[in-house]
């Protein structure tokens, strides 16, 4: 969601924050910030709503200069877009802050800061944070203890990065409920909420932990824990390049990340398999032992995770045996769930800090003994607190909608099935056929991505309102998915329907500017399926379908167009079919001329309710 950028060097920081939100621009935002501290212990700060560019053009024409600073890049919560409530927050010319995430007590600390005489200039809940600690620098703290305070005060999820021009060459940095990391250079440090913002000066990071308050300066970093005692935090070198964050030759990062997709997937696979068998020892030392244990799956997760997770239930029950519920993380965190004995909590997420997921995870530590985190980011919250882990090796993931992330998901899911199937239903023939189909996806991805046609169809939804997508079985989520990507991208309003479901309801909505989207992989229910597009076509009804290339749509006729993808095993086609929705999304979105990889009011991570 919002970025955060600070750091204290032995150079001018102002560059160095401002590639940085640059490099941050992925997650979302609608202004952007940067404060410094500059020669004479004065604070300067610059604001522009908009991209990171316009606010690169103002320090240009302005520049900032300082050893010690902050920069943020804000997604709108409390108060519109606009410079008076983008971020860094100051107060009294004394004290600077950036935030991500939300006080929710910021109301009563208003109401209590205006009786103290400070005077508001903004609508966020951040200035509450920048007067609660210039409160308590002006009760002779100084501050490290006027930030260890003021946290005290704040109910809610925050990141904080805070400088002070009384101390010019110390940044206090803190976290609960939101990620922040630590850049560790050569006689210099740096924040971030993404390691991707620090790559051009480090490759060396320390993950804070909950509860976690940082005291930097140049020379010296001392953490302290939630109980306040100093604490080493292990320092992890990032494999990430600085040009793993780049477009290189691709128009969009979204495209460059649906072709990355046939190496990324054989990376899911990589080491994880022996001897046709998964091995379980690749979702943790113990998973063999837990896994013994299983009685149950309960999968939590949000938006594109959670239609990962939809389909892993089908293949979990269909294929393993295993009884399967998937739920959204946002509804599952706020009911009073039953739990069974012998339940593996199941959590899904690209970013790993993913805020409602993780709510949901520690609500059930006491309820549910074994967890296990599907993610894509090793060092991330979700990651620590499961008690198993499977790593999808995406690699970074830039476009806000979420492709790669999605597919090594999948892919992640499959092997937890087999992994866990063969101690149900899974007998080892069908374990080797499925893997065996696994290892040959990417060679069939490839060939989708070389050989489509899928950009030809992008005109005919250049003034396109609505759609449906339709999809049966463990189709449905992945037609769900096509629809969100479409919407996301694309802002063209999309519903996806289990295509069985078509007369009670959807069919009124069907007319000539209505188009049906679906997928038909060869799966035994593909004349099903196309028992319902004729419904479609006979209420005149516009129809493009993806179908297995040994599925036969000639009888649809003219009012169908038919997109066929590579023939692929019917337990595996949902991964080969999501990666054409991709594709189709994409030049739509294109077509249509969004801003495909930053698509209006979205954030890449949600760590915020």
């Given at each position: 969601?919002?970025g ?10 102002a560059?160095i ?8 621009e ?17 604070i ?9 560019e ?23 919560t ?18 600077a ?6 006080i929710?007590?910021h109301a ?7 009786g ?37 005060d ?26 922040l990391?630590?850049?560790?250079g050569f ?18 990071f ?13 020379d ?7 109980s ?8 992890s070198?990032?494999?990430?390049s600085?040009?793993a ?16 997709q ?19 020892s690749?979702?943790g030392?113990?998973?063999?032992s ?6 149950q ?25 295993i009884?399967s519920?998937?739920?959204v993380?946002s ?7 039953v ?5 593996l909590v199941?959590t899904?997420?690209q ?6 997921t ?6 059930l530590?006491e ?9 894509n ?10 008690k ?19 597919t ?25 056929r ?13 060939e ?28 449905y ?8 990507k ?20 959807p069919?009124?909505l069907?007319d ?43 009888d649809l006729g ?29 030049y ?13 009011n ?7 309710e």
């Open positions: 969601m919002c955060i950028v600070g750091g204290v060097a032995e150079r001018n920081v560059p924050l401002l590639e940085g939100l640059r490099r941050l992925y997650r979302g935002y609608d202004s952007a910030g940067v404060a410094v501290i500059n020669n004479h212990q004065c300067e700060r610059q604001r522009k709503v908009g991209k990171v316009n606010l690169s053009q103002a320090i240009e024409q302005n520049p900032l200069n300082g050893f010690t600073g902050i920069a943020h890049t804000r997604w709108a409390h108060g519109e877009p606009s410079e008076l409530n983008a971020h860094p927050h100051i107060c009294n010319e004394s004290v802050v950036v935030h991500n995430g939300i929710e007590n009563t600390l208003r109401s209590q800061q205006t103290q005489g400070f005077r508001f200039t903004s609508e966020t809940d951040t200035e509450v944070v920048v007067h609660q600690i210039e409160s308590y620098l002006q009760q002779g703290n100084d501050l490290l203890a006027a930030v260890k305070k003021s946290i005290k704040f109910d809610g999820a925050y990141a904080l990065g805070v400088i002070c021009a009384k101390e010019p060459q110390r940044l206090i940095a803190t976290r609960s409920g939101s990620p990391v630590i850049g560790v006689g210099e440090y740096f924040i971030a909420s993404d390691v991707a913002a620090l790559l051009p000066v480090t490759s060396r320390i993950f804070l932990e909950e509860g976690d308050v940082a005291d930097i300066t140049k010296s970093l001392v953490i302290y824990d939630a306040d005692a100093v604490v080493d935090r292990k320092v070198v990032s494999e990430l600085v040009d964050v780049s477009r290189g030759e691709y128009r969009h990062y979204m495209l460059k990340e649906i072709y990355e046939p190496a990324v997937l054989q990376d899911v696979l990589e080491g994880r398999i022996f001897n046709g068998k998964v091995i379980d690749a979702f030392h113990d998973a063999s837990v896994f013994d244990q299983v009685k799956v309960q999968i939590i997760a949000c938006g594109t995770s959670f239609h990962a997770g939809m389909v892993a239930k089908y293949w979990l029950e269909s294929l393993a045996g009884p519920h998937v739920e993380a509804e599952f965190r706020y009911r009073k769930p739990v069974m004995d012998n339940t199941v899904i997420s970013s790993g800090e993913t805020a409602d993780l709510a949901a995870l520690r609500n530590k309820k549910a003994k074994y967890s296990l985190s599907i993610c980011v090793p060092e991330s919250s979700l990651v620590r607190e499961s198993l882990v499977m790593m999808t090796r995406a690699g970074p993931e830039i476009g806000v909608a979420s492709t790669k992330a999605f090594t998901q999948l892919a992640a899911l499959m092997l937890l099935t087999l992994s866990l199937g063969r101690r149900f239903n899974i007998d080892e023939a069908t374990e080797k499925l893997l065996k189909e696994l290892s040959h996806l990417p060679a069939k991805i490839e989708l991505l070389e050989h489509n046609k899928i950009e030809t169809w992008s005109e005919d939804f250049k003034h396109t309102e609505n759609a449906l997508f339709l999809g049966r079985g463990i189709q989520p992945i037609a769900m998915e096509g629809a969100l479409l919407k996301e991208i694309s802002y063209i309003h999309a519903e996806a329907y289990a295509a069985g479901e078509l007369k009670h309801g069919l009124a069907v000539p500017e209505m188009p049906i989207v679906a997928v038909a992989p060869k799966d035994g229910m593909e004349d099903k399926l196309k028992s319902n597009l004729q419904e479609v076509i006979a209420r005149k009804g516009r129809v493009y379908l993806f179908a297995d290339q040994n599925v036969d749509a000639s003219v009012n169908c167009q038919v997109m066929t993808v590579p023939a692929v095993d019917a337990d595996i086609a949902p991964i080969l079919f999501a990666v054409a929705l991709q594709l189709f999304s994409y739509v979105a294109v077509i249509k001329g969004t801003d495909v990889d930053q698509p209006r979205l954030a890449k991570s949600v760590t915020v």
